[in-house]
């Protein structure tokens, strides 16, 4: 049922494969894309991948650089898939123990890995334990919990309060109805569930405030009686049922009139274990229910107070075993204790995810205060972890120093391009073919597409370039005049005597209110008549929510099939930017009528002279749709344009 | 002296033998104390030199195996090695092993091979860059048309870069997948990198520089003003062809003659 199974080193050597009956097709294309797409781009997070009609998992081995990978039909469920590649890499080290430990990959090359028996057999068993198992059968009615519960105990009265769990749920009655269980109990000593009904209506028939106090007394007294009351309540109420009805006991009323009375003083302990109730009864300028007066500052100490000294007592019981146990240890070892503290630094010593979890932990917190997407942070510290999980420090290393170290090659590697970038190159390569080359700016609001477009016409005409503006943001006032002042300024820079009589610069307007879509695609056409080499497109800014604008800007793209659409987008934002990238990524997919949609191809990071360090937009970005930065604005003149350094954003990104 | 002595350990357990240990010496001359303390001294001294020296020694003894993905570095580092094929995957990390070269000597270095994927290459090139004494620039014969663009910009990328220019490494040019009919020969691919070189030049130098103010390289390749050819190069540059894979697939031999021989000259 598996298509196959491949064990192959990091270093790109297949140690051993084996291929399901009947599956000719090779394997190297799904497990490539597996290897490109999940392990490089840093979502090793979770260990499944889809390729096609292809459901592949992985698991990596980082002691002796392995990796192993199963491929199966996708529309299989098989549910030992995980469990048995576990087993497989188990059986595999052990197997091959003293060929993997040698360094240098000349044991692999030579060696010889005759896996096939150990594997046919753990499939076997794989495949017999999955299907020992089978579908759990449904309870009888009898051997179900139901049938134990009384008829009465199951009907649920108006109120909202649920006289249940009587007869067979005797603890869990008195665990769960606690602050209730006072009243809740005088109640069900009367015997008919109707007159049960009416008292509960009755129940409500107390204001909010009133009820509000009496659960509170009823927890504050709970909490001060022994613990060992609550076992013995319980029994009590199935033998109060059958005595009849009873009087009712109101806690607050009290028995008599002389309980009623508060002249005196404050309550006396007797039904005041909340004093807390009482003051704030007491005090004037307090009124609960109301927005009026002070609030009632929160006093710990009093009446959670007990309750706190319930819950550290055991606290301090658990401490006081742990460090009891700690202490010993230290005692019998207190030799070995120094060594193991030297061992700790010298010598082999796997990573587990124990040892990773804090200082992954805080890494993540460094990252999100550096302005990475929450999200991305935590997706990373994941990769990372998956990445080190076994790996064997080397001498003299600590764990913080491996996991920042590994932290710090894969930021790098997200922010490497994974393709060559070079507009210039490609500008004269179309210049050449004889067409324009077609750049289109999208992003939200106010990001500066607009400046940044003339940063870039400006590097453009520098190198000797001829550049169309488009102006197809028709909708904001000033977007045409704003690139027509932009348009004089170049062209008075570079004036046109120099560059054989005709302007480096040219605007291609049509005013506003029209159709953005219909003024690039005559843009276009014009730069190839007029043979301009670049047309760059200025688009209105839209929020990525805005339906009917997205599909706009989807439309335009589409149709006018530009070489470059740069998404430009800020270097302040935080979580947004993953919002952003998503939902404008979503709209070129979802309304372009092609096989293969243009979606954003490379990212313009502006404002980046606003923020110090906190450079992780850069990072939220590229992990988002790993595309490249191509520029990087930090000003707001002409000159202010610059390329992404990736191991300097790292370096500021990393450091403390 | 007691104070190191009692700096080393502060536990209980050690503390009677640190007294005996204390008695003994003291009952020693105090001139010998200090003598076996300076010949200590020198022993460090010369372990610490001798490491610096064969350090130096052995600081370019790599061949590095470098090119774009998919181009057959894995396949040919098996080849190299052991002469056996071996079926290959993306590789992730770089792999290394000693290389007994094919010639009267027997001299042996370390052989590298560096990952391809365009995520990876720069870092693991930054890694090795100073420990080369040669790069073998592996270039997929038979698709090189299409990817002439990102092999002129790769080998660019390595021709300028300033420990590579400094070092001058001998530069081998492999163009394997030979045993694909459509594959360019080596004249051709020779020729084409030449072109797209020249026209690298003038864009790369004009590209923006970085966001903390580093420039790109700013080495020149080949000489101002006159077209740029490998022979302008500061380094020995190489083109030869080469089939990792073999004319007849995995049970044959694979037709590495040429690069094992060149390899032989370093």
């Given at each position: 049922m598996l298509d196959f199974f491949t064990i192959f080193s990091k270093g790109g050597i297949v140690l051993w494969c084996f291929q399901g009956t009947g599956v000719t097709e090779s394997f190297t294309g799904p497990v490539n894309a597996l290897i490109r797409s999940v392990i490089l781009q840093e979502r090793?997070?979770?260990n499944s991948y889809t390729h096609d009609a292809m459901s592949l998992k992985y698991k990596l081995d980082n002691e002796f650089e392995l990796v192993f990978v199963v491929g199966f039909q996708k529309i299989l469920t098989l549910t030992y898939v995980d469990k048995f590649i576990d087993d497989v890499q188990l059986h595999f080290r052990d197997r091959y123990k003293n060929e993997l430990e040698q360094k240098g990959a000349l044991a692999l090359l030579n060696s010889h890995f005759a896996f096939e028996d150990d594997f046919k057999l753990l499939l076997r068993e794989a495949e017999e334990s999955s299907k020992a198992r089978g579908p759990t059968s449904m309870r009888s009615f009898n051997a179900s919990l139901k049938s134990q519960k009384t008829v009465k105990s199951m009907i649920e009265t108006k109120g909202g309060d649920k006289g249940k769990e009587q007869g067979g749920k005797k603890n869990k009655n008195a665990k769960k109805e606690a602050p209730a269980a006072e009243p809740m109990k005088g109640e069900k000593a009367k015997a008919p569930a109707s007159v049960q009904k009416t008292v509960e209506n009755d129940n409500q028939g107390m204001t909010q405030e009133e009820i509000i106090q009496k659960k509170r007394e009823e927890f504050i007294r709970k909490r001060m009686g022994a613990p060992v009351e609550k076992p013995s309540k319980s029994p009590k109420p199935a033998k109060e049922k059958p005595k009849g009805k009873e009087k009712r006991v109101w806690t607050l009323g009290g028995c008599s009139t002389k309980e009623l009375d508060y002249s005196q003083s404050n309550g006396n302990g007797a039904h005041a274990a909340g004093d807390q109730g009482l003051d704030a009864q007491a005090d004037p300028g307090l009124q609960l229910s109301s927005m009026k007066g002070d609030l009632l500052a929160v006093d710990y100490e009093s009446s959670e107070g007990d309750e706190e000294m319930e819950v550290e007592e055991e606290d301090v019981v658990k401490r006081v075993v742990v460090a009891d146990t700690s202490k010993k240890i230290p005692k019998k070892g207190a030799f070995g204790g120094m060594f193991g503290m030297l061992k700790g630094l010298v010598g082999s010593k796997s990573l587990s995810q124990e040892d990773m979890e804090p200082v992954l932990d805080k890494m993540r917190d460094h990252l999100i205060a550096k302005n990475v997407a929450a999200e991305i942070a935590s997706q990373l510290c994941d990769s990372v972890a998956k990445k080190l999980e076994g790996k064997v420090m080397g001498t003299f290393t600590t764990v913080a120093s491996t996991v920042k170290g590994a932290l710090q090659d894969s930021l790098v590697q997200i922010l490497q391009p994974k393709r060559r970038m070079d507009i210039l190159r490609d500008v004269l390569d179309a210049r050449t073919q004889r067409r324009p080359f077609v750049i289109t700016f999208c992003g939200v609001n106010g990001v500066g597409k607009s400046t940044n477009l003339a940063k870039i016409s400006f590097w453009l005409i520098e190198n000797g370039i001829t550049v169309l503006i488009a102006a197809c943001d028709t909708f904001r006032a000033g977007a045409v005049e704003q690139l027509r002042t932009h348009q004089r300024r170049l062209n008075s820079l570079h004036p046109p005597q120099d560059h054989g009589g005709r302007p480096v610069v040219q605007l291609y307007e049509k005013g506003y209110g029209k159709d953005a879509a219909g003024i690039a695609m005559e843009a276009i056409a014009y730069a190839r008549n007029q043979a301009f080499d670049v047309v760059l497109v200025d688009t209105a800014g839209r929020m990525q929510d805005n339906t009917p604008l997205m599909t706009a800007l989807a439309k335009l793209i589409a149709v006018n099939m530009p070489d470059l659409v740069l998404f430009v987008g800020e270097a302040l934002v935080g979580n947004e930017a993953v919002d952003q990238l998503v939902k404008f990524n979503q709209a070129l997919a979802d309304h372009s009528m092609s096989d293969k949609p243009r979606l954003i191809d490379g990212i313009v990071l502006t404002k980046f002279d606003t923020i110090d360090d906190k450079v992780g937009a850069a990072i939220s970005m590229t992990y988002i749709t790993?595309?490249?930065?191509?520029f990087v604005g930090t000003g707001q003149t002409y000159n202010d344009l610059r390329s992404l350094n990736a191991r300097a954003v790292v370096g500021a990104l990393m450091k403390a | 002296m007691e104070e190191k002595i009692d700096v080393e350990a502060g536990e209980n357990p050690f503390q009677p033998y640190l007294d005996s240990l204390r008695k003994v010496l003291e009952d020693q001359d105090p001139i010998f104390i200090v003598g076996i303390i300076v010949s200590l001294a020198v022993v460090v001294i010369t372990f610490v030199l001798l490491k610096y020296f064969i350090s130096s020694k052995t600081v370019q003894s790599a061949v590095l195996l470098v090119g774009l993905s998919d181009s057959g570095k894995t396949l040919l580092f098996s080849r190299l090695l052991s002469g056996k094929f071996k079926k290959t995957q993306t590789s992730i990390t770089d792999s290394s092993a000693p290389y007994k070269a094919k010639n009267e000597r027997g001299s042996s270095w370390t052989l590298v091979d560096l990952p391809g994927h365009d995520s990876l290459r720069p870092q693991y090139v930054e890694k090795f860059k100073s420990a080369a004494r040669a790069m073998v620039f592996v270039v997929d014969s038979a698709i090189f048309q299409k990817e002439v663009r990102d092999v002129a910009e790769f080998l660019y990328f390595l021709l300028t870069d300033s420990a590579v220019y400094r070092n001058v490494p001998s530069l081998i040019v492999a163009c394997n997948k030979q045993d694909i009919t459509m594959a360019k020969s080596a004249k051709l691919i020779r020729q084409q990198l030449e072109k797209e070189m020249n026209t690298l030049r003038v864009t790369r130098s004009a590209a923006l520089s970085a966001q903390d103010g580093s420039a790109g390289a700013s080495v020149h390749l080949g000489k101002k003003g006159k077209d740029f050819e490998f022979s302008q190069l500061p380094m020995k540059v190489e083109f030869l062809e080469c089939s990792a894979r073999g004319s007849k697939g995995e049970d044959g031999e694979a037709d590495i003659a040429s690069l094992e021989k060149s390899l032989a000259k370093l």
């Amino acid at each position: 049922m598996l298509d196959f199974f491949t064990i192959f080193s990091k270093g790109g050597i297949v140690l051993w494969c084996f291929q399901g009956t009947g599956v000719t097709e090779s394997f190297t294309g799904p497990v490539n894309a597996l290897i490109r797409s999940v392990i490089l781009q840093e979502r090793s997070g979770n260990n499944s991948y889809t390729h096609d009609a292809m459901s592949l998992k992985y698991k990596l081995d980082n002691e002796f650089e392995l990796v192993f990978v199963v491929g199966f039909q996708k529309i299989l469920t098989l549910t030992y898939v995980d469990k048995f590649i576990d087993d497989v890499q188990l059986h595999f080290r052990d197997r091959y123990k003293n060929e993997l430990e040698q360094k240098g990959a000349l044991a692999l090359l030579n060696s010889h890995f005759a896996f096939e028996d150990d594997f046919k057999l753990l499939l076997r068993e794989a495949e017999e334990s999955s299907k020992a198992r089978g579908p759990t059968s449904m309870r009888s009615f009898n051997a179900s919990l139901k049938s134990q519960k009384t008829v009465k105990s199951m009907i649920e009265t108006k109120g909202g309060d649920k006289g249940k769990e009587q007869g067979g749920k005797k603890n869990k009655n008195a665990k769960k109805e606690a602050p209730a269980a006072e009243p809740m109990k005088g109640e069900k000593a009367k015997a008919p569930a109707s007159v049960q009904k009416t008292v509960e209506n009755d129940n409500q028939g107390m204001t909010q405030e009133e009820i509000i106090q009496k659960k509170r007394e009823e927890f504050i007294r709970k909490r001060m009686g022994a613990p060992v009351e609550k076992p013995s309540k319980s029994p009590k109420p199935a033998k109060e049922k059958p005595k009849g009805k009873e009087k009712r006991v109101w806690t607050l009323g009290g028995c008599s009139t002389k309980e009623l009375d508060y002249s005196q003083s404050n309550g006396n302990g007797a039904h005041a274990a909340g004093d807390q109730g009482l003051d704030a009864q007491a005090d004037p300028g307090l009124q609960l229910s109301s927005m009026k007066g002070d609030l009632l500052a929160v006093d710990y100490e009093s009446s959670e107070g007990d309750e706190e000294m319930e819950v550290e007592e055991e606290d301090v019981v658990k401490r006081v075993v742990v460090a009891d146990t700690s202490k010993k240890i230290p005692k019998k070892g207190a030799f070995g204790g120094m060594f193991g503290m030297l061992k700790g630094l010298v010598g082999s010593k796997s990573l587990s995810q124990e040892d990773m979890e804090p200082v992954l932990d805080k890494m993540r917190d460094h990252l999100i205060a550096k302005n990475v997407a929450a999200e991305i942070a935590s997706q990373l510290c994941d990769s990372v972890a998956k990445k080190l999980e076994g790996k064997v420090m080397g001498t003299f290393t600590t764990v913080a120093s491996t996991v920042k170290g590994a932290l710090q090659d894969s930021l790098v590697q997200i922010l490497q391009p994974k393709r060559r970038m070079d507009i210039l190159r490609d500008v004269l390569d179309a210049r050449t073919q004889r067409r324009p080359f077609v750049i289109t700016f999208c992003g939200v609001n106010g990001v500066g597409k607009s400046t940044n477009l003339a940063k870039i016409s400006f590097w453009l005409i520098e190198n000797g370039i001829t550049v169309l503006i488009a102006a197809c943001d028709t909708f904001r006032a000033g977007a045409v005049e704003q690139l027509r002042t932009h348009q004089r300024r170049l062209n008075s820079l570079h004036p046109p005597q120099d560059h054989g009589g005709r302007p480096v610069v040219q605007l291609y307007e049509k005013g506003y209110g029209k159709d953005a879509a219909g003024i690039a695609m005559e843009a276009i056409a014009y730069a190839r008549n007029q043979a301009f080499d670049v047309v760059l497109v200025d688009t209105a800014g839209r929020m990525q929510d805005n339906t009917p604008l997205m599909t706009a800007l989807a439309k335009l793209i589409a149709v006018n099939m530009p070489d470059l659409v740069l998404f430009v987008g800020e270097a302040l934002v935080g979580n947004e930017a993953v919002d952003q990238l998503v939902k404008f990524n979503q709209a070129l997919a979802d309304h372009s009528m092609s096989d293969k949609p243009r979606l954003i191809d490379g990212i313009v990071l502006t404002k980046f002279d606003t923020i110090d360090d906190k450079v992780g937009a850069a990072i939220s970005m590229t992990y988002i749709t790993g595309q490249p930065i191509v520029f990087v604005g930090t000003g707001q003149t002409y000159n202010d344009l610059r390329s992404l350094n990736a191991r300097a954003v790292v370096g500021a990104l990393m450091k403390a | 002296m007691e104070e190191k002595i009692d700096v080393e350990a502060g536990e209980n357990p050690f503390q009677p033998y640190l007294d005996s240990l204390r008695k003994v010496l003291e009952d020693q001359d105090p001139i010998f104390i200090v003598g076996i303390i300076v010949s200590l001294a020198v022993v460090v001294i010369t372990f610490v030199l001798l490491k610096y020296f064969i350090s130096s020694k052995t600081v370019q003894s790599a061949v590095l195996l470098v090119g774009l993905s998919d181009s057959g570095k894995t396949l040919l580092f098996s080849r190299l090695l052991s002469g056996k094929f071996k079926k290959t995957q993306t590789s992730i990390t770089d792999s290394s092993a000693p290389y007994k070269a094919k010639n009267e000597r027997g001299s042996s270095w370390t052989l590298v091979d560096l990952p391809g994927h365009d995520s990876l290459r720069p870092q693991y090139v930054e890694k090795f860059k100073s420990a080369a004494r040669a790069m073998v620039f592996v270039v997929d014969s038979a698709i090189f048309q299409k990817e002439v663009r990102d092999v002129a910009e790769f080998l660019y990328f390595l021709l300028t870069d300033s420990a590579v220019y400094r070092n001058v490494p001998s530069l081998i040019v492999a163009c394997n997948k030979q045993d694909i009919t459509m594959a360019k020969s080596a004249k051709l691919i020779r020729q084409q990198l030449e072109k797209e070189m020249n026209t690298l030049r003038v864009t790369r130098s004009a590209a923006l520089s970085a966001q903390d103010g580093s420039a790109g390289a700013s080495v020149h390749l080949g000489k101002k003003g006159k077209d740029f050819e490998f022979s302008q190069l500061p380094m020995k540059v190489e083109f030869l062809e080469c089939s990792a894979r073999g004319s007849k697939g995995e049970d044959g031999e694979a037709d590495i003659a040429s690069l094992e021989k060149s390899l032989a000259k370093l």
